[in-house]
């Protein structure tokens, strides 16, 4: 039976605390984005909820990561998965050992650090300086896209607000319209002309139907409401 040795954790703290900070950064947008205000306690997003692994897998589905960027997250879970399940990672070097194509791929991706000539670089140095290259891009990755899917966000929510608003004036005008077509054929169907006494307010009224009408659609308040100014009896 082969011997495990106790892995050295100073080696996993750095991997696991940017894992940490990641996640929570994840985690609080996408509670922002699903309207789910207490994260902590949500079933799905909570401690009892979906993994790290799964929501930035949310993060891929909805666009906020391209080839590249999808790459390197997939690359530091592999790096988080294997120092918190495999007791035989007892290092960079291991850990990154037991990932397929990792050692090559980091080699490929991150340069080796420029050290004095007359000191002796260990391959188990070399290979956690590109872990650290790794996890702090990841870091640098999660501030951009987050931002940028605020951003994204916030035009989103403009744009629907400015549609709303359009919509609202539609309607108020087509309400307006009806208003006046009916207060004029009032007065044809009496055969009545309009003096200048029974237009009175009217200008107030419409202009209290517009705004009214205009801001209770945009915020959804209340149901429509005609407010007819009353109409005074003509003078024989």
Same mark, same amino acid.
């Given at each position: ?65 391209? +080839? ?31 990932? +397929? ?136």
């Amino acid at each position: 039976m082969e011997r495990l040795s106790l892995p050295d954790v100073d080696d996993r703290i750095l991997v696991l605390q940017v894992a940490l900070l990641v996640e929570n950064y994840i985690t609080s947008f996408l509670g922002k984005l699903l309207d789910i205000d207490d994260t902590d306690n949500s079933k799905s997003l909570g401690k009892n909820g979906i993994s790290f692994h799964y929501k930035v897998m949310l993060l891929i589905d909805i666009g906020a990561l391209n +080839d590249g960027d999808r790459t390197k997250f997939q690359k530091f879970m592999e790096v988080r998965n294997t120092f918190m399940h495999d007791m035989r990672a007892t290092n960079y070097t291991e850990c990154v050992a037991r990932i +397929d194509g990792l050692g090559k791929w980091l080699e490929k991706t991150y340069k080796a650090p420029v050290y004095n000539k007359k000191e002796k670089i260990t391959d188990e140095e070399l290979i956690e300086d590109r872990v650290r290259q790794l996890a702090n891009e990841v870091i640098a990755l999660t501030f951009t896209i987050l931002q940028k899917l605020r951003d994204k966000f916030d035009k989103t929510v403009e744009a629907d607000q400015r549609r709303r608003e359009v919509d609202a004036f539609k309607e108020t005008i087509t309400e307006i319209k009806e208003f006046l077509n009916n207060y004029v054929q009032k007065y044809i169907d009496d055969k009545e002309m309009i003096k200048p006494e029974n237009l009175g307010k009217l200008g107030d009224t419409i202009s209290r139907m517009f705004y009214s009408g205009a801001a209770r659609r945009i915020f959804k308040k209340g149901e429509k409401v005609l407010v007819v100014p009353e109409r005074k009896p003509s003078k024989e």
